[in-house]
């Protein structure tokens, strides 16, 4: 019984040395991969990529990353002082009349081609799809149906469901070159389904050079399923990125409602008071990356109510030092406020230097999700839209349900009346401006995770956010809600027709002309509110 096993031991090693003979890179192979004509070198780097061993693979990649050399027959791979043979893995001693290996653009194409197919076979989720994309963009540029077996095997293997999902349109876009016609029939079916743009120049290239009437007829088909699905995907983008920044506008213009809408001052330092709160963001940034490196994704949890808070502050600070003296004088209000403005730039250029500075987002705000297969929505974005929501939901509740926003309402209705009861306005005027202040500081931080933070950055918006608070009607905040949406998608929408600048003209023409007909915005005042 042992004298079996150990026989059976004695096959299975020899099978094992045999079919790693057969696999192992042999001299003429490693020749004919580094010399000769470009199409045999590329046809051996092909055969050698679909069936690879050690030896090969790593001449692969030391000839994609110019570190093989050719000296008398003999091929030499040289990883800084450390020289190997090609074909053994010995070390060797690099002759001085050794040659680097010439490379042409076709060959370079054919090795990232290869070294993609190498990571597709061992490589984790991320260079997996980074891999089998470039095997994509391969097989749409050229396609050739000697790609086939190399994406096969890749197929056949373990894959990230994204990685297989691109390589599946791949071997799709290669089977267009076979001269099976059943194969290119099914190619073109499944490419049709792939609602992705990148498909549609080669779904129109391949229409112009197919002979086959029925593969011709279903491609037609594919294309036109294509165009409706791209055309439905960009009216989703459209209106997602209307909605996205309907939803910076209404963090932007939200706290202007209620110190313009509610209290009736023009504060032209709105603005600034947003840049305020993303400067916030940044140093709380900078903080967690100097003394919490290992919590760094969850910084803007902790920089929301800071930027809250200090813009808050500078609100509170601009209500008692300058406005309150000048309530019932828009005039001087407006200057006052904008010269405050001129202030805190140059207090921001000061001590934090004139350029932008980044702010990096947290990795569950990184990526994008994809739907549709063309349909492509970032993260960070989607969640922004969510922080409008719920900081829109906060401030209703606040003015409608909370004794302070009772207090302000009472003030801004009839300020006499609400001293008569016992009301202390002047501290009731600097809460609700502070408040308006601090919401702000909280847009800043969502402003801070889209784009740059510079001391500019205020006056990006502050035109816009006065905008929306006047067609949404004086003092109501759900028509500053219907204004910002409808002023984003509507922006949005004609920027994709007519271009950024004509849009922004058109949306300007647009609310002079609403204004003219309705003075009061889309919510006017009624009763003894008005």
């Known amino acids: 019984?042992?004298?079996?096993?150990?026989?059976?031991?004695?096959?299975?090693?020899?099978?094992?040395?045999?079919?790693?003979?057969?696999?192992?890179?042999?001299?003429?192979?490693?020749?004919?991969?580094?010399?000769?004509?470009?199409?045999?070198?590329?046809?051996?780097?092909?055969?050698?990529?679909?069936?690879?061993?050690?030896?090969?693979?790593?001449?692969?990649?030391?000839?994609?990353?110019?570190?093989?050399?050719?000296?008398?027959?003999?091929?030499y791979l040289v990883d800084g002082d450390v020289v190997t043979d090609a074909?053994?893995?010995?070390?060797?001693?690099?002759?001085?009349?050794?040659?680097?290996?010439?490379?042409?653009?076709?060959?370079?194409?054919?090795?990232?081609?290869?070294?993609?197919?190498?990571?597709?076979?061992?490589?984790?989720?991320?260079?997996?799809?980074?891999?089998?994309?470039?095997?994509?963009?391969?097989?749409?540029?050229?396609?050739d149906i000697e790609q086939l077996p190399l994406i096969d095997k890749a197929l056949a293997g373990e894959l990230d469901p994204q990685a297989r999902q691109i390589l599946e349109l791949a071997q799709a876009a290669v089977l267009l070159d076979s001269d099976d016609e059943t194969q290119r029939l099914a190619a073109a079916e499944?490419?049709?389904?792939?609602?992705?743009?990148?498909?549609?120049?080669?779904?129109?290239?391949?229409i112009e050079r197919e002979q086959s009437e029925s593969v011709k007829t279903a491609l037609g088909q594919s294309l036109k399923s294509l165009e409706r699905s791209l055309m439905f995907s960009n009216v989703l983008a459209e209106g997602f990125t209307g909605i996205s920044l309907g939803s910076i506008l209404?963090?932007?213009?939200?706290?202007?409602?209620?110190?313009?809408?509610?209290?009736?001052?023009?504060?032209?330092?709105?603005?600034?008071?947003?840049?305020?709160g993303a400067y916030a963001t940044w140093l709380v940034q900078v903080a967690f990356k100097q003394m919490f490196p290992e919590m760094f994704d969850w910084y803007l949890l902790v920089a929301m109510p800071i930027a809250f808070i200090t813009s808050a502050?500078?609100?509170?600070?601009?209500?008692?030092?300058?406005?309150?003296f000048l309530y019932g004088?828009?005039?001087?209000?407006?200057?006052?406020?904008?010269?405050?403005?001129?202030?805190?730039?140059?207090?921001?250029?000061?001590?934090?230097?004139?350029?932008?500075?980044?702010?990096?987002?947290?990795?569950?705000?990184?990526?994008?999700?994809?739907?549709?297969?063309?349909?492509?929505?970032?993260?960070?974005?989607?969640?922004?839209?969510?922080?409008?929501?719920?900081v829109l939901v906060g401030v209703t509740l606040m003015i409608g349900k909370t004794r302070l926003g009772l207090f302000v309402r009472g003030v801004t209705q009839n300020r006499p009346i609400a001293s008569c009861m016992g009301v202390n306005t002047a501290r009731i005027d600097t809460y609700a401006?502070?408040?308006?202040?601090?919401?702000?500081?909280?847009?800043?931080?969502?402003?801070?995770?889209?784009?740059?933070?510079?001391?500019?950055?205020?006056?990006?918006?502050?035109?816009?956010?006065?905008?929306?608070?006047?067609?949404?009607?004086?003092?109501?905040?759900?028509?500053?809600?219907?204004?910002?949406l409808g002023l984003g998608v509507l922006n949005k929408f004609i920027e994709g027709w007519a271009g950024a600048v004509l849009a922004k003209i058109a949306v300007l023409v647009f609310i002079i002309i609403f204004i003219q007909k309705r003075p009061q915005g889309i919510f006017a005042m009624k009763g003894r509110e008005a």
């Open 329 to 390: 004088r828009p005039l001087e209000t407006l200057l006052a406020t904008w010269g405050i403005s001129l202030v805190l730039m140059q207090g921001v250029r000061s001590l934090f230097g004139a350029q932008n500075v980044g702010v990096e987002n947290p990795s569950w705000m990184s990526g994008s999700i994809t739907l549709m297969g063309n349909l492509t929505l970032p993260w960070n974005r989607i969640i922004i839209i969510g922080f409008a929501v719920v």
């Open 250 to 276: 209404l963090l932007a213009a939200l706290g202007l409602a209620i110190t313009y809408g509610l209290m009736g001052v023009i504060n032209m330092a709105h603005g600034e008071l947003i840049m305020i």
């Open 190 to 206: 499944k490419l049709g389904e792939a609602r992705q743009a990148i498909v549609r120049p080669l779904l129109m290239a391949q």
């Open 87 to 143: 074909v053994t893995g010995e070390p060797a001693t690099l002759p001085a009349e050794a040659q680097e290996v010439g490379l042409n653009n076709r060959l370079r194409g054919a090795l990232e081609t290869a070294l993609a197919g190498l990571d597709l076979l061992d490589a984790g989720p991320q260079r997996q799809r980074e891999a089998a994309r470039t095997l994509q963009r391969s097989a749409f540029d050229e396609p």
């Open 1 to 75: 019984m042992k004298m079996y096993w150990l026989r059976a031991l004695g096959l299975c090693f020899a099978l094992c040395m045999g079919a790693n003979l057969a696999q192992a890179l042999t001299p003429a192979d490693a020749l004919a991969l580094v010399e000769g004509s470009a199409s045999d070198r590329v046809e051996t780097l092909q055969r050698l990529t679909v069936a690879p061993d050690a030896r090969a693979a790593a001449l692969i990649r030391a000839m994609a990353a110019q570190n093989a050399r050719l000296h008398e027959e003999r091929v």
């Open 433 to 484: 401006f502070a408040l308006g202040s601090g919401i702000a500081g909280l847009a800043g931080c969502a402003l801070s995770q889209i784009g740059n933070v510079g001391p500019d950055l205020g006056q990006s918006y502050i035109v816009d956010s006065f905008m929306v608070v006047v067609l949404g009607g004086v003092g109501q905040i759900a028509g500053t809600v219907y204004a910002a």
């Open 313 to 324: 502050l500078v609100g509170a600070a601009m209500e008692r030092s300058v406005i309150r």
